[in-house]
């Protein structure tokens, strides 16, 4: 079947910048603005707990200064960049080398790349909280089904795993990632979220991060990146340690061509994180 618009996304999952035109668009805006609210009132009713003057019995205040202080942490991340993520320091002991974050600020990456790595791995990132039940859901029938191990997980869930996490499989780690999964989307903005995920991603066994895979494998800025190498990098994301830019097999090359259609499809305007 041919790849079209009407076909690949919502016309209005591309354009965040705009409140949508259609229902479903609209509520889909609605309830994320309405989350990110409740997020921010949620933290200043805990603080009112915590200092006393909303009275609650002690062990129930003693379990909000916990909550608090895994909480804290993660909304300074709005503004603080975070050194090194859980996945370098194991990749870092496994290889035994030092591994570094190459950190680059988002308006100084290649928007074909932020595009690239937006329609290959999370298509409606801008209007959802953290879980896309659509991919979860397809992703459960694929795996029933018994065919190749695919996941569902969104770039704020990625981020999660990648940034805090482990990459095991179980329950434990998912119920984990669920908790900060949505205290990330409550309080970091969407451009804020993708900004630490393009930093911390790996493209190889000691290559995480867009600025330093660039420099790596093409030798150039990221900045500079085309559509093409955007398209080639975003393709390799899946498994980066079977997966090669360098010598693409033909599986990645074919999830390259299949990036570029829908990068087409979805124009550069997707882009507007911040004002959703």
């Known amino acids: ?34 989350y990110r609210i409740a997020a921010k009132i949620s933290v200043l009713l805990l603080c009112a707990i915590i200092i006393g ?13 916990i909550l608090m202080m895994f909480t804290i942490p993660i909304i300074l991340l709005q503004w603080v960049n975070p050194p090194i993520s859980a996945f370098m320091l194991q990749r870092s002991m496994q290889m035994q080398r030092q591994i570094h974050l190459d950190w680059i600020d988002y308006d100084h990456i290649s928007k074909d790349l932020v595009l690239a790595i937006f329609v290959a ?19 459960y029938k694929n795996n029933k089904a018994g065919k190749p191990l695919r996941g569902g997980s969104t770039i704020t869930q990625q981020l999660v795993k ?28 969407k451009k804020r979220i993708i900004e ?17 895979a660039s420099q790596y494998f093409y030798n150039k800025s990221v900045i500079a990146i085309s559509a093409e190498e955007a398209a080639l990098m975003a393709a390799v ?19 390259q061509a299949l ?5 087409k499809l979805t124009g550069l305007e997707a882009l507007q994180f911040s004002l959703i």
């Open 1 to 34: 079947m041919k790849l079209t618009r009407e076909n690949w996304i919502p016309e209005w999952a591309c354009m965040p910048s705009r409140i949508p035109n259609t229902p479903l668009g609209f509520l889909v805006w609605f309830c994320s603005k309405l």
């Open 162 to 189: 990648n940034l805090f996490l482990w990459p095991a499989r179980s329950y434990i780690r998912k119920l984990i990632e669920l908790g900060i999964t949505l205290v990330i989307e409550g309080f970091l903005t």
């Open 53 to 65: 003057i909303i009275p609650i019995p002690p062990f129930f205040q003693m379990f909000g200064i």
């Open 121 to 139: 791995e999370d298509p409606l990132f801008a209007w959802h909280i953290g879980f896309d039940p659509i991919s979860i859901y397809g992703a």
């Open 259 to 263: 990036i570029m259609t829908k990068m």
């Open 196 to 212: 630490i995920y393009l930093n911390i991603i790996q493209f190889d066994h000691t290559i995480f991060g867009v600025k330093a």
């Open 237 to 255: 994301l899946p498994n980066p340690i079977i997966y090669r830019i360098d010598a693409p097999s033909p599986s990645v090359l074919q999830s």
